[in-house]
């Protein structure tokens, strides 16, 4: 009897170990569903992040690109219109283009937004938005079979208020004392010449109107340049390199005095350094369309003895090579007024004043 028994209850162990292993199966089987669903999950999740940082990627490149682009011009617009469509920027680690892409304009950063702005008169910001329908796996079989993901940025005009250097190292007069147009911060007419480095000893001009004006140098010694080192070495360097110090709007200008010989040659090294080298004005600049911006430069203008207060920054156009052919230490140096400099936008019609760079608003 004993004997039946124990082989009873051995039966009885054996049957228990077989559902045993049955449990195991299917926890192993639900497990693995789990695990493989949770993979996909992790997949679909991940791929809307990366075309999430594609997108934003191209739309604020897109936007930045527009802004620079923008002088308050329809061919303005149609240029910043352009340059989004050429972005080479893609998603799909770089197959496949955005093809949905909405393009706006606007006088400031928070609109309203305006796709075709005629007159284009201070439209200086560009919004570029885009959509991204991007097909999902496991979440495409549960019912969603893709997501929609979108993008956008807004990018304009932002006042210079200081720099960390790159001015072109001269810092002109403001003539809002005597101007040749009260309406400009500076007193100055866009088209106009301007002394950027006085003649010997600091009193003498012979750039347009200032040849009239030799008492805007109240202190003879002071010749212009500015923003660097009292080496004439380090002089040549900063015009053709523009290897200069920071300036800060309402900071004093250190200028600096003597002949410095050399520096007209520096001028005209940083001249023939453009694709174009011949344009007697700017207008005829833009024009030809051939200059690559080296002749576009940006200075501090200050208020004069004894303070040299940094009043804002400008843009001037270098005049051509000729023109500082030959000229000497004791010479006075020329160069066009253009009004708004925008940094990283050599080329800009001319208009309006101030100098500006470019930024992301959103």
Request: hydrophobic letters at 35%.
């Amino acid at each position: 009897m004993r004997e039946r028994f124990c082989k009873d209850r051995s039966w009885q162990k054996s049957g228990w170990r077989s559902r045993q292993r049955g449990y195991v199966l299917i926890a192993l089987s639900l497990g693995l569903v789990f695990i493989l669903g949770m993979a996909g999950l992790a997949v679909d999740i991940g791929r809307m992040y990366v075309t999430k940082s594609e997108a934003q990627s191209f739309v604020d490149s897109a936007a930045f690109s527009a802004a620079l682009q923008l002088d308050g011009t329809s061919a303005g617009i149609t240029r910043a219109q352009s340059a989004v469509a050429n972005n080479p920027k893609k998603w799909e680690f770089q197959n496949d283009s955005f093809t949905n892409v909405q393009t706006a304009f606007a006088t400031s950063s928070t609109g309203p937004w305006v796709a075709n702005p005629n007159p284009a008169t201070n439209y200086y910001f560009a919004q570029v938005q885009t959509t991204v329908s991007l097909p999902m796996y496991l979440i495409g079989a549960l019912g969603s079979p893709s997501s929609t993901i979108a993008a956008g940025a807004v990018a304009g005009r932002a006042g210079t208020t200081g720099v960390p250097g790159g001015e072109f190292p001269f810092s002109p007069y403001t003539r809002a004392g005597s101007p040749d147009n009260p309406n400009d911060p500076f007193g100055y007419q866009v088209g106009n010449d301007y002394t950027l480095r006085w003649g010997a000893p600091g009193t003498n001009s012979t750039c347009g109107n200032d040849q009239a004006k030799e008492t805007l140098d109240q202190n003879g010694k002071i010749r212009g340049y500015c923003c660097v080192s009292q080496s004439a070495a380090s002089l040549r360097q900063a015009i053709v390199g523009g290897d200069t110090d920071p300036e800060t709007v309402g900071q004093p200008v250190n200028m600096d005095n003597g002949a410095k010989n050399t520096e007209m040659a520096a001028i005209g090294e940083r001249v023939n350094e453009d694709t174009d080298t011949t344009s007697p004005d700017y207008a005829t600049y833009l024009a030809n369309g051939m200059g690559n911006g080296e002749r576009v430069v940006y200075v501090a203008v200050n208020n004069g003895a004894p303070n040299y207060t940094n009043m804002g920054f400008a843009g001037f156009f270098l005049l051509n090579a000729a023109s500082y052919s030959g000229l000497h230490g004791n010479d006075s140096a020329c160069a066009e007024y253009i009004g708004t400099y925008v940094q990283g936008a050599g080329n800009l019609a001319p208009g309006g004043s101030g100098s500006y760079h470019i930024k992301l608003y959103q």
